[in-house]
C-alpha cells in the first residue's frame, strides 16, 4: 500500500480541510487497515472498488468496474477496512463542519454513508478530477478549485465558529467558545454531529494521546498534560475508543506525516 498526504494550499480550505490523503494497492494480497475513532471527518473516492459494510465496525473494499464514494463521521469504535484487490483511494479529511461548509448540506450526522456523491449530481465533476490525471499535485489545485468555487457562504460562520473547538478541554470550555449554555451545548452537539461534548472530547484527547504514545511520552505525563484525573483514567478513556492499552497501540500501530495514525496489517 503506498500513501501520500498533502495538505491544503488555500487559506480559506485549511479552516474547513485538514489533509488530502492518496492511497494506490497494487497487488492481489490481502490487507486490513485499522482505523481509530477521530473528531473529523472522511469523504473518500475509490476507482477499482467500492465499500461494502459487513458489520457495525467491519467493511471490505470489493471490486467494482464503477467509481464509488462513502463518508465516515465521528465513530466511537475503530474500524477495520479490508480489502485484496488493486485500487486507487482518495481520502480528503474534514474538520467537523468542515463538509458542510462546502456543500451545503447537513452531512456530518453521518457515521458512514456509502455512494455520497451520487447524492447531488453537482459533486460528480470530483470523479473526474481525482482519476483523470496522474499528477497529485494537478489533481489538488483542481480539487481545491472546484471546492472554493461551491464554498457556501451561509454556511461558513457555523464551521468557522466549530474550528475554535480544537482549543477546549473541558466541557465548561466547549460552552465558552460557542458561547452557549451547557444544554444548549449538547443539543448542538448531538444535533450537528451525533455525538455528545463529552465524546467529543474524549476521542479528541484520546487522538492526541497516541501521537504521544508514539513520541515515547510517559503515560502519567500524558495523562497529567490532557487533564485527565490520574493514569489509570487516562488507561481506561484510552481503552474504551481503541479496544487496546496503550501499549498495545504503541506495538501494533505506526504515524505517516506525522498526521495518519493506523494499524496497517
Keep these: 500500500m503506498k500513501t501520500k498526504i498533502v495538505y491544503p494550499k488555500n487559506p480559506l480550505l485549511k479552516k474547513f480541510i485538514q489533509y488530502f490523503l492518496f492511497l494506490t494497492k497494487g497487488d492481489n494480497e ?15 473516492l475509490i476507482k477499482g472498488g467500492e ?16 467509481n464509488s464514494s462513502y463518508l465516515t463521521g465521528i465513530y466511537k469504535q475503530p474500524i477495520k477496512i479490508i480489502a485484496k484487490q488493486p485500487y486507487q483511494e482518495l481520502c480528503i479529511n474534514f474538520n467537523p463542519l468542515g463538509l458542510e461548509a462546502i456543500f451545503g448540506e447537513q452531512l456530518s450526522q453521518n457515521i458512514f454513508k456509502n455512494n455520497i456523491l451520487s447524492e447531488n449530481k453537482n459533486w460528480n465533476p470530483l470523479f473526474e478530477i481525482v482519476f483523470s490525471n496522474d499528477s497529485l499535485e494537478l489533481i489538488q489545485n483542481e480539487i481545491e478549485s472546484f471546492f472554493i468555487s461551491i464554498l457556501r457562504d451561509e454556511m461558513l460562520s457555523n464551521s468557522l465558529l466549530f474550528n475554535e473547538t480544537v482549543r477546549a478541554n473541558e466541557i465548561e470550555d466547549l460552552n465558552d467558545l460557542l458561547c452557549k449554555s451547557y444544554r444548549s451545548t449538547h443539543r448542538y452537539f448531538v444535533n450537528q ?14 487522538r492526541e494521546a497516541m501521537s504521544l504514545i508514539l513520541k515515547n511520552v510517559p503515560l502519567i505525563e500524558i495523562a497529567f498534560l490532557l487533564n485527565f484525573t ?15 492499552t496503550p501499549s498495545q497501540f504503541k506495538q501494533s500501530s505506526s504515524q505517516v506525516d506525522n498526521t495518519l495514525i493506523w494499524n496497517l496489517e
Design 30 to 44: 490481502m490487507i486490513s487497515q485499522l482505523c481509530y475513532p477521530n473528531t473529523n471527518h472522511c469523504l473518500s
Design 51 to 66: 465499500m461494502i459494510a459487513l458489520n457495525a465496525n467491519e467493511y471490505r473494499i470489493l471490486p467494482s468496474t464503477k
Design 193 to 206: 454531529l451525533q455525538t455528545t461534548p463529552k465524546e467529543y472530547l474524549q476521542i479528541k484527547k484520546v
Design 230 to 244: 490520574d493514569q489509570s483514567h487516562f488507561i481506561k478513556t484510552f481503552k474504551k475508543y481503541t479496544n487496546i
